[in-house]
C-alpha cells in the first residue's frame, strides 16, 4: 500500500499543490523537499510555483505517473483541497521563513474518530526543514 501526500508550497502571495503517490511519510516527505532544493532557484529565493516545479522534477519517476501538479485552485482553499483529497494520508505546507533562512514544514496527518465515524486532519508538527530532516530522515 502507497503513502500518498500533498505538498503545498507556499510563498505568501502563491500556493501550488502537488500530489505524490507514495513514500510521503515524514521520513519519505524530508528526503523528497530535500531533493528538489537541487533543481529549485538557491535559496534564500523562494517561489511557490518554481519550488513547485522542483520537486516534480526531482521526485518524479521517468516512467511518470507517480507525481503531479494539482488543478488550479485559486478560488478555493487548502483546507478545500484537503478534504477534496480526502484519501490523501499526509499533507505538507512548505513555505520560507526569512528569520530562520530556512524553510518551514507543517505536517498534518490523517487521524480517524472511531466514536464519530469520521476522519480528521491533524497537525502532528511544524518545524525548519533542518528539523525535519534531523528528526525523520535521519532518522531513518
Partial sequence: MSTKAIYFFDDGKDIYGVFKHYDGYPQGAAAH???AKAYAWPLPRWEADEFAAAFVAANK???????????????TSIPMM??????????????????DKDMFVTIFEKRYDEKLETQYWHE??????????RAYAEAS
Avoid at 502532528?124 to 530532516?133: F, G, K, P, Y
Wanted: glycine share 4%; proline share 4%; hydrophobic share 35%.
Fill in 33 to 35: 523537499i530535500e531533493d
Fill in 61 to 75: 519517476n521517468p516512467k511518470g505517473g507517480e507525481v503531479r501538479l494539482l488543478p488550479n485552485f485559486e478560488h
Fill in 124 to 133: 502532528t508538527a511544524s518545524m525548519r526543514h533542518s528539523e525535519m530532516l
Fill in 82 to 99: 484537503m478534504e477534496e483529497y480526502h484519501w490523501c494520508d499526509f499533507y505538507y505546507l512548505i513555505s520560507w521563513d526569512d528569520f
